[in-house]
């Protein structure tokens, strides 16, 4: 009989187990991120116009707004804002010009501070608010000549093939000015993290003399192949960021 007592309570705490074991797979995990890309390079997300007066002012706040209430309604937790599409800004910089993709001109400021309003209007809804950073990307076919972008063409920071021109990664001083931008988003805004996007090379750029960092890479590590050199000149921005 004794026996018979001894199975039962094996069977019950079996039973036991399971049933604790069905309730923790079932129960969802303790965090989740639903997030959302809020591009506003050639202002395919926001702002569907530029400008610096009151009036647009006014209407791309409206229409930032009435972004994140979707983003609200859509139970969404995160919101990637676009912050520096091509090495400009959505917000008070002392590193790189205004975007033109919010006040109309590249350099001049469209009179608000574009990333202030939107972390603000993300918490508010209880949304989390990251700051999407292009690191490398300068333009897609575009001459800037805003002071910034003269000085950089001077101290030769740009590397263009095609119509692709991106800042060149192989620079040390490049890699700095990465970090020095992030800094200052992180220490100027309570944000609530950073990405990261097109962090590349210009697409099918070649690796053989005539790419145009070909005489960087044979100083600087002819004893690793090219691609190689390149990748490791990304992962150095990606980590020095990080630290």
């Not at 997030?35 to 006014?58: A, E, F, H, N, Y």
């Not at 063409?153 to 590397?159: I, P």
Request: aromatic share 14%.
């Amino acid at each position: 009989m004794k026996s018979h007592f001894i199975r039962f309570e094996i069977f019950v705490m079996l039973l036991t187990v399971l049933f604790n074991s069905s309730d923790l797979s079932a129960a969802g995990p303790k965090r989740e991120m639903r997030g959302v890309w809020l591009t506003t390079v050639w202002g395919i997300d926001w702002p569907s116009v530029t400008g610096s007066s009151q009036k647009v002012c006014r209407q791309q706040q409206d229409e930032l707004k009435a972004l994140l209430d979707r983003c609200q309604a859509a139970n969404l937790t995160s919101v990637f804002f676009q912050v520096r599409g091509m090495a400009d800004v959505m917000y008070e910089s002392s590193l790189e010009p205004w975007s033109a993709f919010v006040s109309g001109k590249r350099g001049v400021s469209p009179g608000w501070d574009p990333l202030k309003f939107a972390v603000e209007e993300c918490h508010r809804r209880g949304l989390e608010c990251y700051a999407w950073v292009n690191p490398f990307r300068w333009s897609s076919g575009t001459d800037y000549n805003s002071v910034p972008d003269r000085r950089w063409k001077e101290q030769g920071w740009l590397l263009t093939y095609g119509k692709y021109t991106v800042f060149n990664p192989g620079l040390e001083a490049v890699r700095q000015h990465v970090v020095d931008i992030c800094r200052e988003i992180v220490s100027g805004y309570d944000i609530d993290g950073l990405v990261f996007d097109d962090y590349f090379y210009p697409n099918h750029i070649p690796e053989d003399s005539s790419a145009p960092d070909y005489d960087l890479w044979q100083a600087e590590a002819p004893w690793m192949a090219f691609g190689d050199w390149r990748r490791a000149n990304v992962h150095k921005t990606v980590a020095d960021v990080h630290a």
